[in-house]
């Protein structure tokens, strides 16, 4: 039986993406899970994957069209199947337009060549993640050749461009004798002609952040509640199952913290909710969603039923998902589905932060670091270790008692982690 693959959504305000290439052509056979097509969003490059196993049937759009969400694209079938009636898409070409570079008086280094000349009508033709790229990396478009459709510039040129450009050649070391006390100093501003301002504009992924961001914070009534939590019982478990696993399976501190949050959010399901017009809906699935820094920007990956998942999986699958991100080459699962979600600045040595909701979810905790400081232990003053959280929930579906139980259970599986194991 055939079926009609759609473009997918992957992100809560995609309206539309560019399929950039076609993996498989008509007549390959496909089997279940296996890359159809590649498409670009204001976030990152997203693969497509086959839904069922079968034939590439028919193209439904053409490489370098933009594809509003919904719309088929390509048509799987039995071998030897005939399909009537095939769906027709219409969807628009990108339109390529002319970007100004980034205003400087600077000299640009040696390795970087501003963007300025183009060819044929004074356009460049360039995919949108590689005209980001490009712009970024100070990479001149018009200097390069597109391997895409059309001699279209995508991504693989812009990173090809840049393996090719030869770092400078060191300056030879003086090597001075340096007393045994002496302390390294950080470089200063030492005087001289102040660098001119840069006018750079804002990529795609940023604006997309921006946009969801600023709706969330005039539409959502934020709260927020702070609790500190003892961290020596999960670092000294933690550290005591490191000791057992090889290197490249270790598990971090925002991997507990993902269990943690998932089996609290099973307590508490009016914050694993969101707002859907007049309604409540309260999941059944408990996906949590951890931001994941990339270049240019922010995105949040989804563990899903993270509270049904051992420590080892959710370790395993988070760091793959993350791993996908900060390379452009995530999947629409990867980034849709999130019901709660965590940011975590504790690698960057943050006291605390409050974060602002993703909508639609009802809620999202920001994690600081672990540090030692003096805590009250008994009648006894000593110094522990402690982790402040602070959780940003929206007023429209729970309220401050609610959301401080909450971190009162959170308590529980952080400051007595053997529960995250039992």
Not at 226 to 237: C, D, Q
């Amino acid at each position: 039986m055939a079926e009609t693959v759609s473009m997918p959504k992957p992100g809560f305000d995609m309206q539309e993406g560019t399929l950039v290439r076609w993996v498989r052509v008509e007549g390959d056979a496909v089997e279940k899970g296996q890359v159809l097509a590649e498409i670009e969003t204001d976030k990152a490059t997203v693969e497509v994957e086959a839904p069922l196993s079968g034939v590439v049937y028919k193209h439904l759009v053409e490489q370098g069209s933009i594809v509003p969400i919904g719309t088929p694209i390509v048509i799987i079938a039995a071998p030897g199947e005939k399909v009537e009636d095939a769906p027709v898409s219409t969807p628009a070409v990108e339109p390529v337009k002319k970007e100004a570079a980034p205003v400087s008086e600077a000299a640009p280094s040696p390795s970087a060549v501003v963007e300025s000349a183009a060819s044929g009508d004074g356009r460049v033709k360039a995919s949108p993640l590689a005209r980001r790229m490009a712009q970024e990396k100070r990479i001149n478009l018009a200097t390069l050749k597109g391997s895409g459709p059309g001699g279209r510039v995508v991504r693989k040129d812009i990173e090809a461009a840049l393996a090719a450009v030869p770092a400078p050649s060191p300056e030879p070391a003086i090597v001075q004798p340096v007393a045994a006390a002496a302390v390294p100093v950080e470089p200063v501003w030492t005087g001289g002609e102040i660098p001119a301002d840069q006018h750079i504009p804002l990529n795609r992924l940023r604006s997309a952040i921006g946009r969801r961001l600023v709706e969330s914070k005039q539409s959502v009534p934020h709260f927020y509640v702070t609790h500190n939590y003892n961290a020596e019982p999960l670092l000294a478990l933690r550290s005591e199952l490191n000791q057992l696993l090889p290197d490249d399976q270790k598990l971090t501190v925002n991997d507990f913290i993902v269990k943690a949050v998932a089996l609290a959010l099973r307590q508490f399901p009016n914050i694993n909710a969101s707002i859907s017009g007049n309604e409540l809906v309260r999941h059944g699935h408990v996906n949590v969603g951890v931001a994941v820094a990339v270049e240019g920007g922010l995105l949040t990956i989804a563990c899903r039923d993270a509270d049904q998942k051992p420590l080892r999986v959710i370790s395993r699958e988070v760091r793959d998902m993350a791993g996908r991100a900060r390379s452009g080459k995530v999947r629409p699962e990867d980034v849709e589905g999130s019901t709660f979600s965590i940011s975590n600045l504790g690698m960057y040595d943050v006291e605390e932060f409050i974060a602002i909701i993703n909508p639609p979810e009802a809620a999202i905790l920001a994690v600081g670091s672990a540090q030692k400081m003096p805590v009250v232990d008994g009648d006894t003053l000593r110094i522990g270790t402690r982790m402040r959280m602070t959780i940003s929930a929206d007023h429209r579906v729970t309220d401050g008692a609610e959301a401080a139980q909450f971190m009162q259970a959170l308590a529980k599986f952080i400051e007595e982690p053997m529960r995250l194991v039992l």
